[in-house]
Structure formats: structure tokens, C-alpha cells
């Protein structure tokens, strides 16, 4: 199983949204490398659901429910999208500062490539998001 982050504004699809869905197709990526991050998930994968904007922190745990296919919302070029289903939230969210002030964090994409919204996760670093959210799955 492979690990990943997402972004979104909390104004365009939060956290609690998904939430409330169960399930919802992630499109709209409009950037080659998170494009190609997409159509390297899997069905299982877990996924960190991130904050961005004003908030900044990671709020809960999703899963990969459909793999890569071709975006809808795209009116042109070659563009991905999949589905992704809520697990739970984090018992503790996790700030964009603390991430950046934690070592073994500190070298996430989420630090380094601010603007990358679609993101891997390492195994390491996906077994401390959980522990730092004092969360399982």
C-alpha cells in the first residue's frame, strides 16, 4: 500500500463534505506531477486530506476507491482524476507548523512543494502522521 497527501481550500471541498458524501471523484488537477501522482494511486491507498489556505493542517484519512481515469472536467489535454472515500478524521490535526518542526516531516513535498496538491507519503512518514493525529486504521 502506498501513502499519499491531497489539498484542497476547505471553500472549494473540505474535509467535512467528503465526509458527509462517503465518496467523491478527485478532478480538477491541473499539474503535471500531481497528475502523474494521481494515476500512480491504487484502490486501498490511504490518503492524508489536507487544509490548505488560512487553516494549513491535515484533518483526516481517506482511501483511494477508484483508480485513475480520464477527468471529466477537462476540456482539453490529457488529465486524471479517481475517487476517494472518508475513513475517519484525525483524533488530533496536524498543523502545517508542526509538520514543518517535526523531523522525518520536515522533508515531506508539503514543505518543500508548497503547491503540489497531490503528494506522496513514506511509509515512515505516514506512521508518524498517524501517531502525531493519535489516530489508527
Known amino acids: 500500500m502506498n501513502h499519499w497527501l491531497i ?11 467528503l465526509e458527509a458524501e462517503g465518496e467523491a471523484v478527485w478532478d480538477g488537477v491541473r499539474n503535471y506531477q ?10 486501498g491507498d490511504l490518503v492524508f486530506f489536507y487544509n490548505a489556505g488560512e487553516e494549513r493542517m491535515v484533518v483526516g484519512i481517506a482511501q483511494v476507491a477508484g483508480e ?4 471529466p472536467t477537462a476540456e482539453s489535454g490529457d488529465w486524471s482524476a479517481i475517487k476517494i472515500k472518508a475513513v475517519k478524521p ?3 490535526v496536524i498543523s502545517l507548523e508542526e509538520i514543518r518542526n517535526t523531523y522525518g516531516l520536515s522533508v515531506m513535498p508539503l ?3 508548497a503547491r503540489l496538491t497531490v503528494q506522496p507519503v513514506t511509509a515512515a512518514q505516514a506512521a508518524m502522521l498517524l501517531k ?6
Open 34 to 43: 500531481a497528475r502523474n501522482n494521481l494515476r500512480e494511486m491504487k484502490s
Open 132 to 137: 502525531i493525529g493519535k489516530t489508527e486504521v
Open 68 to 71: 485513475a481515469f480520464p477527468d
Open 7 to 17: 489539498k484542497s481550500e476547505p471553500s472549494d471541498y473540505s474535509w467535512e463534505k
Open 90 to 92: 484525525l483524533n488530533r
Open 111 to 113: 514543505v518543500s512543494q
